[in-house]
């Protein structure tokens, strides 16, 4: 459920693995995406205008999405989305308005363009600071090989004096993202301090993230620390973490899969690089 707050802003409600009620803010753009997606529904083809009791020769008595709209106005309305269909070689759902009688065709592509749970439509920034904060130092710490630690104060000379321009460039993506992380999506898995398990496949935990941090508080300047939980890089574009109490599991983006990926990875030179050369051979006789 999505509600529209008298502040502008919108929540995503559902239900917790507990049963409890779970109230996140949701992603704005996600909401955006809905809205646009509902307001330009248009029935592309016409099938039955005595839909009756026949409910289940359209998969309209499960439908497989039920998208229910309300009005500021108090004015209700609820879309059913059944079963495929295609009409020519265009895949197509049964649709229809609860308590018409009325059956349309409309794009099977609504139904994967609207999320239909909390994790689908929770705000993906899940950590964000002040302005006024200060990070005062940064760690990218190898958990099974401290060899590839990386640590830097964003305002240091050895950020200054990176390696390269593409170092440079990944600690200030690191930076960018401490202050504000956005993630790509979340992920439905199972959290250990070990690592994650996904769609039944185990992926450990290969660094640590955190940054120290600073606020000015009522008696003074204020201490913490953020940190987060991320495995080896799976792929170009996947590569999971969690944040250190496993609340939240998600994907990277790919602009900070690519910054940790500079500042940890590709700072080791693969062993074929550091083997020596075999010995010339022998002349021919």
Known sequence: KLKKLDSGVWDVIGRSPEGGVLSESADFAVVNMIIANLSSVRARDFVSDALGDDLSRYGLDSPRLKVSIKTGAGVSKT??????????????????????????????????????????????????????????????????????????????????????????????????????????????????????????????????LSAEIEQQGTGGNQRGRASWLITKRVSGTLQYAADAEGKNAFVLTPALIDALSALTIERTPPKIFSTPAPAPLAPVK
């Open 79 to 208: 879309l059913l989305l059944g079963g495929f269909y295609e009409d020519g070689k265009n895949p197509m759902l049964y649709a229809s308005v609860a308590g018409g009688n009325s059956v349309y065709g409309v794009p099977a592509r609504l139904a994967s363009n609207i999320p239909s749970d909390v994790l689908g439509c929770k705000s993906r920034i899940v950590h964000s600071l002040p302005e006024s904060a200060k990070i005062t130092g940064i760690k990218i710490a190898g958990i099974a090989d401290p060899k590839s630690d990386f640590e830097f104060a964003p305002d240091s000379a050895a950020k200054n004096s990176a390696q390269s321009p593409r170092e440079k460039s990944a600690m200030e993506t690191v930076e960018k993202y401490v202050r504000s992380f956005r993630v790509s999506e979340f992920a439905k898995a199972d959290f250990s301090k070990e690592g994650l398990a996904v769609g039944g496949k185990k992926y450990p935990f290969a660094y640590e």
